[in-house]
């Protein structure tokens, strides 16, 4: 018996997309999980890159934080899972 493989990468890989669309490193960001209430930093998150884009889900509870898809013109971003995003100034 094989011993279960995440089928899942951390946040930080959600890096290169995010630049794209934020001038700032969100993978540092702290946010909250609409479901569990769970806060922590965004890298923590589980990414999954098998969908049709990027699925960010709660290490907490499983819940959905974000999605990113992109097409040769747009990036369309869904953050409901998320009661916050907080991005440091400095």
Do not use: Q, W
Not at 24 to 49: N, P, W
């Amino acid at each position: 018996m094989t011993a279960d493989v995440p089928t899942y990468l951390d946040g930080n890989a959600a890096a290169g997309a995010l630049s794209e669309v934020f001038a700032v490193d969100l993978t540092a960001a702290i946010g909250k999980c609409a479901g569990c209430g769970r806060a922590g930093v965004f890298a923590e998150a589980h990414l999954y890159l098998s969908a049709p884009g990027m699925v960010a889900r709660c290490p907490g509870c499983d819940d959905v934080l974000l999605r990113v898809v992109t097409t040769p013109s747009e990036t369309y971003l869904d953050l409901r899972g998320l009661t916050y995003l907080r991005v440091s100034n400095g």
